[in-house]
Each structure stands twice: as C-alpha cells, then as structure tokens.
C-alpha cells in the first residue's frame, strides 16, 4: 500500500472556506479531521478511513457515537471507534489470509469532494476512496476487482448515511460492508437491542453456531453476533441515559451485534480497560449468505439513518 500523503489542512480550508459550519483540524501529522457544528448537532469525519468519528444533535447531553479514549491514529490501523467503513470484505479475507482484517477501506485516505448545505441547514459531505490508490495490492492478486466507492454523510437531527458501491469492471463481483457503528450507551447491561426478534444468528464466539433470537437483545457477556436477513430497523434503549437510538436501513441485509468485553478489551492496545462498558456495535452490514452479487455497471447503496428520541418506559 502506498504511503499516507500528507494532506495539508490549509488546502483543504483554502478549497472549503466557504462554508462556515465547517472546519479542519490533523488528529496527528497527515490524518485530517473535518469538524461540522451547524445548528442541528456537532461531528467529526476523519478523512483516514472516510469514517465518522463523532455525532452529537445539540437535544442530547451524550455523544451518539462512541471514540476510544484511547484512539490511535496509526497508518494500516483501523480507527477504534466512530463508524469504521468494512469494504470489501467483512473480518478476515476467505481467500488471501494475509490482506487486512475487514478490508481496505477503513485504513485508505479518503478524497473530500464536496460540502454543501442543505436548504434546513444541514450539512452533506461528500467522499471519495481513491480505490486505484489503495487497492492495488488486491487487485493484483484478484484482477477482475474494479470497483469505486463512495460515502455521503448528512449532519443534521439525524445522521444519514450513504455508503456506495459501483462496479466498474467488466465481470460480476462479490463483495460485503458493514458501517461498523459504536454507539455510546451508559452501561452495555443497562441497554436493550431491539428489532431482531426471530432473526437467525451465527454465533461467531460458538464456531459459528446458527441459533434463532427470542425477544430483544441484552448484552451481559462477550457478544459477536451476524444476523442474517436482517434489515427492519434496529433500536436501542438505553434505560440510564434514558433515550432511545433507532438505527433505520436500506439496503442492508445483516445486522452485526459486537462487544469484546472485559476480558478482550484488556487485550486490545486503543480501548481503555472500562471502554467496553460504554459502547455497543451494530452494524448495518451485508454479510455471509447476505453478501452482494454486483454484475459489471451495477450500483448498491448501503443506507442508514441515526436518530435518537426520549426514551418512553
Ligand atoms: C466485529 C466482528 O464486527 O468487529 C468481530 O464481528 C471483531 O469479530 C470486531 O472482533 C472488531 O474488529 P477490529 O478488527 O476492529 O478489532
């Protein structure tokens, strides 16, 4: 993979001084963030893997979306925290071992192509993985993989997503996505996750064992989880900070449910050993059996909507 370019923050000013919602700041030397703060809500979008990292309407006390307190910013490495984008591949490559976990897109350098306000006030950002750029490797081990992608995010009330996919080779290709979302709850035993009722789940922490979900979802131990067929809308109850997060999708047939726990999170070098207390993963993905065909020309948008309201007990 080509080195990071560093991208200068001036420039990036220079090209977008226009808008006045907007500005720009490096987390570290050559991974640069844009912050948005309009008067629906704040976020930040980290131009290293085209991902969101914050979402806060100005209703909610609590950031929506959770960042690690201990987030590195580190080229090849996945950002913990935000919406990491998985693209082309979910977890590891079934065919190419040695290729990146969950694949190319959440460690590339995205392109900013365009910021624009929307006639209530909300901001559109849009980006460009430069896939030529990053993707070469895979494409030399897999030739026919020709394929752009693309994300828009809108920051207003809610966060709207659009995450697309366009083949442009000349043979059909298979590919999955996730919007690796982790949501900021107060204390993973004090939520419940509904909208999976009689959804079929692979249990990834049992060998991939098929079971069916009874009911809502409640996390009180290390939880990985890809439900299949799964595209109603997702809420989350959150009891302690009594709200209600609904997470609302097209285009997505699988939901992924992850949270590493004690034990995991103290193994991992970017999650504080309380981190995994605080946050949840739900992915609007399609994996597995859900993973898309896209033939040559052919165009898929993986779309969600963020929105939160007062929780009703
Ligand atoms: C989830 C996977 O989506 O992401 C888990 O289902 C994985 O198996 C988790 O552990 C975190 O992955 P990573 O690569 O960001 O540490």
């Given at each position: 993979m080509s080195e990071i370019k560093r991208i200068m923050i001036n420039q990036l000013q220079q090209k977008f001084s226009s808008n006045d919602s907007i500005y720009f700041v490096e987390a570290r030397p050559g991974f640069p963030v844009i912050k948005i703060s309009n008067k629906w809500a704040t976020a930040s979008i980290s131009l290293y893997g085209g991902q969101l990292l914050s979402f806060q309407p100005h209703s909610q006390e609590q950031p929506v979306i959770w960042l690690s307190d201990k987030v590195i910013f580190k080229k090849d490495k996945a950002i913990r925290g935000g919406i990491p984008l998985c693209w082309?591949?979910?977890?590891?490559?079934e065919q190419f071992e040695d290729q990146p976990a969950h694949g190319y897109a959440r460690i590339s350098l995205w392109e900013l192509i365009n910021i624009s306000t929307l006639a209530n006030g909300e901001i559109k950002l849009e980006l460009h993985m430069p896939c030529q750029q990053y993707c070469q490797e895979y494409q030399n081990i897999n030739p026919s993989f020709h394929v752009d992608l693309s994300i828009s995010y809108i920051i207003g009330q809610e966060l709207a997503i659009d995450l697309r996919t366009h083949n442009t080779g000349d043979t059909p290709v298979i590919l999955s996505n996730a919007l690796h979302s982790y949501f900021n709850v107060s204390h993973i035993e004090d939520v419940s996750v509904l909208g999976l009722d009689g959804a079929t789940f692979i249990d990834k922490l049992l060998s991939a064992k098929k079971q069916i979900q009874n009911g809502s979802l409640q996390i009180k131990k290390e939880t990985d989880r890809i439900y299949l067929d799964s595209n109603n809308d997702i809420i989350l109850n959150d009891s302690g900070y009594k709200r209600q997060i609904n997470v609302s999708k097209k285009g997505a047939d699988s939901t992924v449910v992850w949270n590493p726990w004690q034990q995991k999170s103290h193994s991992m070098d970017d999650m504080s050993d309380n981190g995994w207390k605080s946050m949840i993963c739900i992915e609007s993905a399609n994996v597995d059996i859900n993973k898309l065909k896209l033939n040559p020309g052919q165009n898929h948008r993986l779309h969600t909507t963020i929105s939160v309201k007062k929780l009703v007990e």
């Amino acid at each position: 993979m080509s080195e990071i370019k560093r991208i200068m923050i001036n420039q990036l000013q220079q090209k977008f001084s226009s808008n006045d919602s907007i500005y720009f700041v490096e987390a570290r030397p050559g991974f640069p963030v844009i912050k948005i703060s309009n008067k629906w809500a704040t976020a930040s979008i980290s131009l290293y893997g085209g991902q969101l990292l914050s979402f806060q309407p100005h209703s909610q006390e609590q950031p929506v979306i959770w960042l690690s307190d201990k987030v590195i910013f580190k080229k090849d490495k996945a950002i913990r925290g935000g919406i990491p984008l998985c693209w082309p591949w979910f977890g590891s490559n079934e065919q190419f071992e040695d290729q990146p976990a969950h694949g190319y897109a959440r460690i590339s350098l995205w392109e900013l192509i365009n910021i624009s306000t929307l006639a209530n006030g909300e901001i559109k950002l849009e980006l460009h993985m430069p896939c030529q750029q990053y993707c070469q490797e895979y494409q030399n081990i897999n030739p026919s993989f020709h394929v752009d992608l693309s994300i828009s995010y809108i920051i207003g009330q809610e966060l709207a997503i659009d995450l697309r996919t366009h083949n442009t080779g000349d043979t059909p290709v298979i590919l999955s996505n996730a919007l690796h979302s982790y949501f900021n709850v107060s204390h993973i035993e004090d939520v419940s996750v509904l909208g999976l009722d009689g959804a079929t789940f692979i249990d990834k922490l049992l060998s991939a064992k098929k079971q069916i979900q009874n009911g809502s979802l409640q996390i009180k131990k290390e939880t990985d989880r890809i439900y299949l067929d799964s595209n109603n809308d997702i809420i989350l109850n959150d009891s302690g900070y009594k709200r209600q997060i609904n997470v609302s999708k097209k285009g997505a047939d699988s939901t992924v449910v992850w949270n590493p726990w004690q034990q995991k999170s103290h193994s991992m070098d970017d999650m504080s050993d309380n981190g995994w207390k605080s946050m949840i993963c739900i992915e609007s993905a399609n994996v597995d059996i859900n993973k898309l065909k896209l033939n040559p020309g052919q165009n898929h948008r993986l779309h969600t909507t963020i929105s939160v309201k007062k929780l009703v007990e």
